[in-house]
């Protein structure tokens, strides 16, 4: 009896494995492009850096520079100090946080180099993983009380650039890599990076399209200008780039529920029959939050119907704040999935975690949806877009 029970008990549980496997995504590759280790960014807001310098270091990879590991914490560093400077000129009327655009990678090559994550890891604080939950507060409260005193002393940043040696280390004028010296211009030199060489693009229509303006986001400190596109040429740009061998940097809102830590990204649609289920009459009658809390225990575990997107619903959801700029990641390639339905391949900042150690698979429908903008290198523009864009 004792056996027939765990018997049972075997079987009820292959069974729920196999129908688990059954209605998970199974992806097979089109196009997969050379990335470096996925990284943490542990307890910071520094995203931006992470997904901007992956991209770097693929395109690296592109160019036949071979693989290297630069250091996103140098990034960070020096847009603290631009930053501090711009908020103290504006009198405070900036946002002063720990995030920031990809602009705040690629626009700081040539006037404050590059160097390798050996040279500066930003770990100065008896720490092996990023943690900038005191140095954010102290640097805020530090910049606000230079600000509130309308006055400022000739030393001001001295105290601030000195905040940043005691928690991220100093910043070397010269190091050695393989054996041969570099400061961070000449190491960009030897890499070949020059910021002129790539482009920000965004897809809104409240800006004309193939203009350039400066997307409307609190991150976006820098003002920043970003080519605007329709969003069906947007993805064009997107998917062809990849098919051509490099990777983009990809500013995106992961706070929607089709966003798993399953590694799934998706647009379920709430209103579908089809993911309401057998059940049609209680899913009708749950509200907005318990559909949303469902349909978050059910992404990446079930494939749901998901929605068609259009410029308009982009434009709505960017506008009534549905849409952030929360998130930067890094799309590297193309996958579909069992039912040949298009999915974008991401490496993400949040460690080895997740059923693909860290990397995510975001459809079609949540790339057109959700993303902010997208930094890439030139060369990789349709020709006809590049065209339009002027270049």
């Not at 997904?51 to 250091?71: Q, Y």
């Not at 020096?78 to 930053?83: A, F, I, L, S, T």
């Not at 990678?105 to 005191?134: C, M, Q, R, W």
């Amino acid at each position: 009896m004792f056996q027939m029970k765990r018997f049972i008990i075997i079987f009820a549980w292959l069974a729920a494995l196999v129908s688990f496997s059954q209605s998970g995504y199974k992806f097979s590759v089109i196009r997969e492009n050379p990335i470096t280790p996925v990284k943490n960014q542990a307890k910071t807001g520094t995203c931006w850096s992470f997904s901007g310098v992956g991209m770097l270091e693929s395109e690296l990879i592109r160019m036949g520079k071979g693989k290297f590991d630069l250091s996103e914490m140098y990034i960070v560093r020096r847009n603290y100090e631009d930053k501090a400077q711009k908020y103290a000129r504006l009198h405070g009327s900036l946002n002063f946080a720990a995030g920031g655009s990809f602009a705040d990678v690629v626009e700081t090559i040539e006037e404050f180099g590059i160097i390798p994550d050996n040279a500066y890891t930003g770990l100065n604080y008896g720490s092996e993983k990023h943690d900038h939950g005191e140095l954010d507060k102290v640097l805020k409260g530090y910049i606000e009380g230079i600000i509130g005193e309308q006055n400022l002393s000739p030393v001001w940043y001295n105290g601030f650039t000195s905040v940043l040696d005691t928690y991220l280390g100093r910043v070397p004028e010269k190091f050695t890599y393989e054996g041969k010296e570099y400061t961070p211009h000449s190491f960009a030199t030897f890499l070949g990076l020059k910021q002129g060489d790539y482009i920000s693009l965004t897809s809104f229509n409240h800006h004309p399209f193939y203009k350039p303006f400066a997307i409307e986001v609190p991150d976006n400190w820098r003002w920043a200008l970003s080519y605007n596109l329709p969003i069906n040429e947007l993805m064009e740009v997107i998917e062809q780039a990849i098919m051509k061998g490099y990777t983009v940097a990809w500013a995106s809102d992961v706070s929607e529920a089709g966003f798993s830590r399953d590694g799934i990204a998706i647009v379920p649609d709430e209103l579908s029959a089809e993911n309401a289920g057998s059940d049609q009459a209680r899913w009708l009658g749950l509200s907005s939050r318990e559909k949303d809390a469902n349909i978050r225990a059910r992404v990446g575990k079930e494939m749901l119907a998901e929605k068609q997107i259009t410029q308009e619903m982009r434009q709505s959801a960017f506008d009534n704040y549905a849409t952030t700029d929360d998130h930067g990641m890094q799309i590297y390639g193309i996958a579909k999935d069992q039912n040949g339905k298009k999915f974008y391949m991401v490496k993400n900042s949040w460690g080895d975690t997740g059923p693909y150690n860290g990397l995510w698979y975001a459809s079609d429908p949540f790339v057109r949806y959700k993303t902010i903008s997208i930094v890439l290198h030139k060369d990789a523009l349709p020709a006809e877009i590049a065209v339009k864009l002027g270049f």
